[in-house]
């Protein structure tokens, strides 16, 4: 092993095909893609630590992984990975980095096509919604997130999770045409919380709750007071900042 040398990968990947980053029996997922690659071309186990773990269909345009070994060119290990991963930069750190405890904060993005039709290019990529819409209340709902709060009601109620407090630096939905985005740093978030926001937020554009009935719950209202889980499909982590820089899409 190469000493305390520490290297930092930013990996892009579709999360269709994984059952979601971290290792499980007899599913696929991208650690385990990516361990096995480090692994063939270093000649030994190189296990990695990430900034942020995806559930299963969630993807990811800048996620961040480090690992106790020399740095690999992306372009060999790319060539043992499977089409629907990527690294795109893998660099030397100093001694004491780690994608996990290192990151300031993380960003998600999720996406939301808003169409009567479908589109077979968006199949996969993000949520198709073609009933009712009121942006204006989508963005009411952001603005509200902002800041530090109790997200009890937007994460399952069995969880191991023991604090629910997070400090959310920003929340807001971007419109381009037919396409909806919301973006959300903070830094860190529990287990599906960006997925239930946005299921949320979707129930109060659809009007079936009201703005000030979703702000009420980021006072640490119950799970069973927030919406549904948004699918997996239109969520993306987007990039993780650490001090001095950020890991970007």
Known sequence: MSGGQVTKLTLAYNGAGFAGWARQPGKRTVSDEVEHALRTILREPAPLTVAGRTDAGVHAWGQVASYLHEAVDPR???GLLPEDVAVLASE??????DARRGATSRTYCYRVLHSPVRS???HGRSLHVPGRIDRDALHACAAAIPGRHDFT???PSETYHTRF???VERAEWLEDGDLLAFWIEADSFLRQMNRILV???LEAAAGTRGVDEFTSLLAGAPRSAAGRTAPAQGLYLASVA????SAEA
């Open 92 to 97: 030397p750190m100093g001694e004491g980095f």
């Open 199 to 201: 299921g949320t937020m």
């Open 153 to 155: 009601a937007f994460t």
């Open 120 to 122: 077979p290019f968006e």
């Open 242 to 245: 650490y001090p001095g820089g």
């Open 76 to 78: 060999r290990l790319n």
């Open 165 to 167: 407090v997070r400090d």
